[in-house]
């Protein structure tokens, strides 16, 4: 369909959903799980990582009728140009907050850790300008920064095993106390940091060995899946309740109680190197999002990257406090929940309701 | 000589002169011939002379003079280059080159006969590239003994030196060279094109050569490999890669080039794999080490003086309670001096140089250190990554480490931590936007290829060395066919 | 244009610095300690490190009064002239009256709720804190803070302490089922700090301590791989006797010592229906001396002296249960067991207390004498 599209190959399908999965929620899902399904928070993320992998499985098949589509051109198909651009800026907005989000969460770790006193804006200067450098290299460069930095940054958990010495394993117990109902919930609130997937819609078209993206994506939901179960088991079994319900970031006070011997207070370099972490995040939501702008007002996308920063920037101006942010998440959390948990299964539907129709006639 | 000089005979020696201003080294001698003359035309200081005399007067003087014509000198003459068929630029580009001009004026016909003595240095060893351990002959500035070095160590018959002249007016000759049944045809028209783009004066080394044909000219990092081993040369061609000569140059270009490319030594393949291995670790290690150890000390004093250990708290404290600086300032300052001594001891004569070292490393050192102007931890530091700098085999690369290192000191002491972690990203990036000759310039990492980390990334035993490595895409991938001699045999047997 | 946006920007990015923390402007501490002087008004005593070379003194120590913690800080910080951090604060000490009478937990909540103080610090009770810090014995370079952090923490690995730090406590504290401990540190007139007992605490509250070598019960049920330190036990000659325990020479004072050495220990806590707790623990032990130096004829003898030292060692931990729950407090995690079985999993505190204090205990402690060193 196009002929100027630089592809990578399948296994970069494993760096960019599993980078954009893990980001600002790993750090504080522990504790927000834990308030919905206490000791057994690790079986919804079981669930919900299953449910996630289901979804991938629908949406590959959904993506693989249309071949060399992103969901954008699929909404146009489908819906025709009109209501399809209706809910592609729907999309658009909603990778607009979700970059703002990570940008905003992550600038609050880092006030809340050593930089008291700095500047929100100009930290969210830093990263925007940060991020249109990295965009504006196009898709291979963005892939890049995704194996990269799940390279320089995988190592963090294996840090964790000096906590893994004051854990007590009664506070698990019992297995199962939790009614499904609560876990339910708990799957709901952990959409925030599960999410990420969704990049896979509009990523798939980029890929070459089509037949292999299942198998990468899979792969990469599971590894999510499982790196979230490892940090929410060690947190369960590392704070007490009541400790637990406390802490904003689990993970970074978790990690506070690392030290070597030639490097204290650890958490430090952590809050540090977890720019890297989110840095594929924000880059990819900016590229998703920018090209869903040129997708519906026809904008260049190097135009496109810039029109989105500013507006990120300037509301950056406005929301500052802890209370906002939480509800921000929160919201950014639910919406997400029903764009990408149960929208799929829809849109998956409608598509094969519409080709038998056609078929039909 | 000004008394065989006729106007009326010598209308060529007149253009010629016009044409090359008046040089006086523009000389002619005019032979008798019977009744008409033979002119010869040369530029006094470009021949060899011995030839001159030797070969085309005192040969064309012995001959019977009806042998004297156009089509038997052409044929005859004891030269091994002749030229005819050319126009009037050609005629002077090749006086300029030390070619000889013989006009016969019977018959109005010209030929050239080459009478070059170029100056040529004896064959060397490599001063800045220097092995302990291998072949140590280095290129010179002729690339005729050049092409012959190459010749000699790579007898096959598919080596092309592709011949290319550069420079509107100091014109130079320019070599590339490739293995034709393993070089990508990819990379060597993208090469060409680059070549074909250039359109300058002057190239004045292999080096502007090299910057004239990067793909990023912003970018601090060397993307052409400069060598003056032939034996790194010829190892990377034997790799798929081009290489590019330019005459009176002793540094050749390798391309296209990949970050890890300038951290692998030929020396690694000659030592043992295990201790190459390690090597190469040491000198990455020391890269990130050079480039980033001062910005985190500077990050740490400056905003985060929780990472110190308890022990050593006390020790940077007290040797940094008299320092009247911010530590930003004291780093630079201190960077800017070992830089300034560095400088210094290159440009120096090699005995005072070494002087300096010892100046600036002791009394320097010591003196700043007891003024108070700076702690003596930082000493350590800042000594380390001037070490870990030179560490890079290839000195280009030396050389951006150790610029690039400046934005981190400063980001370090603006945002601390974060700061510099923000450089890394903006590096990272940066590295991944760069290509050499249209391939990725972070290759064998990013896109992954995991079987040619053994060429970059480590060394193995050699029987793992079967195909070429595959960045380079090479058309014919098998280089050995390891015989593996080994027989299973029992504990028990011989 | 692009370019000229990207370079101002930078600028302006490069302009909005975060406050800077430059090592030597810091007073940095490393201890800190709060006595109660009255009802609500409390003395904070902290040692700075001194990073001048010419002064021969290393750190320097100031007090101030104050209600709450960081007004005690906010009046330290007037009477130096360094910018007071607690980035490198190593450990907190409590003054004895005020966690028996009011209470630390609202002095911790700021330590946790302050990031630029870790988790790793160490928390201990001292009759008076600023005579403590004040005290100028101390063997480690270069104040009084790192030899507390040293002593501590040498204890915590090598001795009888229990894990004594910041978050130890507060996931203790914050846990029911379990009640923090906290090492008491004695202060004498000449000699250095050393640690004396350990404190237990009921909520937030010191009510009693135990000695230090009790705390080897404590570590058998809560830890997993600690250092129990070494068993003395004075067993009389009749006892020996009464046992049948045959020795290849007769013993002449009328006490048997025999100092134990545990290798490997494994402790569980067991809860059987009728509403008793098995403690149930095995600690392989090599016996390290003998007074007198005896040598064990047969390995009959062996197993019965085990059995000597199993007995003693139930005998003394039931006694211990019985101080815990005279004082209702539960510092091995009795209750975070009983939480952790389905029935009782969602049982309130007030409850999980009552049903502590009508537990029935039954000590079982098994000795292995594994190895007797290079002579038998």
């Known amino acids: 369909m196009k002929s100027n599209i630089s592809f990578v190959n399948a296994y970069i399908a494993f760096f960019i959903i599993h980078t954009s999965q893990i980001g600002m929620g790993i750090l504080g899902v522990s504790r927000i799980i834990y308030l919905e399904a206490r000791q057994d928070a690790w079986m919804s993320i079981l669930l919900s990582g299953l449910y996630i992998s289901i979804i991938t499985w629908i949406m590959i098949s959904l993506l693989n009728k249309y071949e060399n589509c992103n969901l954008y051109e699929i909404h146009e198909i489908l819906f025709g140009r009109f209501l399809g651009s209706i809910i592609n800026t729907f999309i658009v907005i909603y990778f607009i907050a979700a970059n703002y989000s990570i940008i905003i969460g992550y600038i609050e770790l880092s006030l809340t850790w050593g930089y008291e006193g700095f500047y929100e804006w100009g930290a969210t200067l830093v990263l925007l300008l940060l991020t249109i450098y990295a965009v504006s290299g196009g898709f291979r460069v963005i892939a890049g920064i995704c194996f990269l930095s799940f390279i320089m940054t995988i190592w963090l958990v294996f840090v964790m095993y000096q906590p893994l010495d004051s854990i007590k394993f009664a506070r698990i117990l019992p297995i199962l106390s939790a009614s499904p109902s609560e876990l339910m919930k708990g799957v709901f609130k952990s959409s925030y940091t599960m999410l990420g997937f969704e990049t896979l819609y509009f990523i798939f078209p980029f890929l070459k060995e089509k037949n292999k993206i299942l198998f990468f994506s899979q792969l990469a939901v599971w590894f999510t899946t499982l790196l979230i179960l490892f940090s929410t088991v060690i947190s369960i079994l590392f704070f007490s309740p009541k400790e637990l319900e406390r802490h904003i970031w689990p993970i970074v006070s978790m990690i506070s109680s690392v030290h070597f011997p030639f490097i204290e207070r650890f958490e430090f370099i952590a809050v540090s190197l977890w720019i890297i972490v989110i840095f594929p995040n924000l880059c990819i939501y900016l590229f998703i999002s920018s090209k869903g702008v040129k997708q519906i007002f026809h904008l260049k996308q190097k135009h496109g990257i810039w029109v989105i920063s500013i507006i990120i920037f300037i509301t950056s101006l406005f929301i500052t406090k802890r209370f906002d942010n939480d509800l921000f998440f929160d919201q950014v959390g639910q919406v997400g929940f029903y764009l990408w948990f149960i929208y799929p299964i829809f849109l998956y539907f409608i598509s094969i309701i519409k080709s038998k129709i056609f078929s039909r006639s | 000589m000004k008394i065989h000089l006729n106007k009326n005979n010598c209308p060529n020696y007149e253009k010629i002169k016009y044409i090359l201003n008046e040089s006086p080294d523009l000389m002619c001698r005019t032979l008798e011939v019977g009744g008409d003359c033979l002119e010869v035309i040369f530029m006094k200081n470009l021949i060899k002379h011995e030839f001159l005399n030797e070969y085309v007067i005192k040969y064309i003087q012995q001959l019977p003079i009806e042998y004297i014509t156009f089509s038997y000198l052409l044929k005859n003459i004891p030269m091994d280059e002749v030229k005819t068929n050319f126009d009037e630029q050609e005629v002077i580009s090749s006086l300029l080159n030390g070619f000889v001009y013989i006009y016969l004026s019977v018959e109005s016909k010209a030929f050239m006969v080459n009478c070059t003595n170029p100056i040529e240095r004896s064959i060397e060893k490599a001063e800045t590239e220097s092995l302990v351990y291998g072949p140590k002959i280095s290129f010179t500035e002729s690339l005729t003994s050049n092409i012959k070095i190459i010749r000699q160590n790579l007898k096959d018959s598919n080596l092309c030196t592709d011949e290319l002249e550069i420079g509107e007016r100091a014109k130079k000759q320019v070599r590339i060279i490739y293995i034709k049944d393993i070089a990508d045809d990819d990379i060597l028209k993208t090469l060409k094109e680059r070549f074909e783009k250039i359109k300058t004066d002057d190239i004045s080394d292999s080096s502007v050569l090299a910057q004239c044909l990067e793909d990023n000219h912003y970018s601090f990092f060397p993307q052409f490999i400069l060598t003056e081993l032939p034996d790194r040369f010829l190892y990377s061609i034997l790799n798929g890669r081009i290489g590019v000569l330019i005459d009176r140059s002793p540094v050749a270009i390798i391309g296209p080039a990949n970050f890890l490319s300038f951290f692998e030594s030929t020396e690694d393949i000659y030592l043992r794999w295990s201790l190459s291995t390690f090597i190469r670790f040491i000198r990455l290690f020391a890269m990130v080490g050079s480039l980033l150890i001062t910005a985190f000390y500077v990050a740490t004093i400056t905003y985060h003086f929780e990472l110190i250990p308890s022990k050593l708290l006390l020790i940077i404290g007290q040797s940094r309670s008299q320092v009247p600086f911010p530590p930003l300032l004291e780093a630079l300052l201190l960077e800017l001096l070992i830089e300034l001594l560095r400088e210094a001891g290159a440009r120096l004569p090699s005995k005072v140089g070494q002087t300096m070292g010892i100046v600036g490393g002791i009394v320097i050192g010591q003196a700043t250190v007891e003024a108070g102007l700076t702690s003596n931890i930082l000493i350590i530091i800042v000594a380390f990554s001037a070490l870990g700098a030179f560490m890079a085999p290839i000195y280009e690369m030396g050389t951006a480490i150790r610029v690039a290192r400046f934005p981190f000191i400063i980001l370090a002491g603006v945002w601390g931590l974060n700061g510099i972690i923000i450089g890394v990203c903006v590096l990272m990036v940066h590295l991944l936007k760069l290509t050499s000759l249209n391939k990725p310039y972070l290759a064998p990492l990013y896109p992954l290829r995991i079987e040619d980390l053994k060429y970059f990334l480590i060394r193995l035993p050699h029987h793992f060395y079967m195909r070429r490595p595959t960045v380079n895409r090479p058309l014919n991938a098998i280089r050995t066919r390891w015989k593996s001699k080994k027989t299973e045999k029992d504990l028990d047997e011989f | ?376």
């Open chain 3, 1 to 376: 244009m692009k370019k000229w946006f990207i370079l101002l920007s930078s600028l302006l990015c490069t302009a909005c610095m975060p406050p800077d923390k430059i090592l030597e402007r810091q007073g940095i501490s490393t201890i800190i300690g709060y006595d109660l002087l009255d009802e609500d008004t409390y003395k904070g005593t902290i040692s700075l490190l001194q990073f001048d070379r010419k002064e021969e003194k290393t750190s320097v120590t100031i007090s101030a009064v104050g209600t709450t913690s960081k007004q005690i800080r906010q009046r330290l910080e007037q009477r130096t002239s360094h910018d007071i951090t607690s980035g490198q604060l190593r450990t907190i000490l409590f003054d004895k009256d005020m966690t028996e009478m009011l209470g630390i937990a609202s002095f911790l909540d700021t330590m946790q709720r302050d990031t630029s103080i870790g988790s790793l610090i160490f928390l201990a009770i001292t009759n008076n804190a600023e005579d403590t810090i004040n005290n100028n014995n101390y063997e480690e370079f270069p104040d009084m803070g790192s030899y507390i952090y040293q002593l501590l923490d040498k204890h915590e690995r090598k001795e009888m302490l229990i894990d004594s730090n910041l978050h130890d406590f507060f996931s203790s504290l914050y846990e029911f089922g379990i009640d923090p401990t906290l090492p008491i540190i004695a202060n004498k007139k000449g000699v250095a700090p050393y640690i004396n007992s350990v404190a237990l605490f009921k909520d937030d509250k010191m009510v009693g301590s135990i000695s230090l070598k009790k705390t080897l019960f404590i570590k058998l049920f809560t830890k997993r791989d600690a250092f129990l330190g070494d068993i003395t036990f004075n067993i009389p000659v009749e006892v020996l006797e009464k046992k049948g325990v045959t020795l290849v020479e007769k013993i002449k004072g009328d006490k048997f010592n025999i100092t134990i050495r545990p290798i490997k220990y494994r402790g569980k806590i067991e809860f059987s229906k009728e509403e008793a707790v098995n403690l149930n623990a095995n600690i392989s032990v090599s016996t390290i001396e003998l007074q007198p130096a005896v040598t064990f004829n047969n390995k009959e003898s062996i197993k019965k002296l085990e059995e000597i030292l199993e007995e003693e060692l139930n005998k003394e931990l039931g006694d211990i249960l019985e101080v815990f729950r005279k004082l209702e407090i539960d510092p091995i995690g009795i209750g975070r067991k009983i939480k952790s079985i389905r029935k009782y999993s969602n049982t309130n505190e007030e409850d999980l207390r009552e049903k502590y204090s009508r537990l029935k205990f039954k000590p079982n402690i098994t000795i292995e004498i594994k190895r007797t060193g290079a002579v038998d």
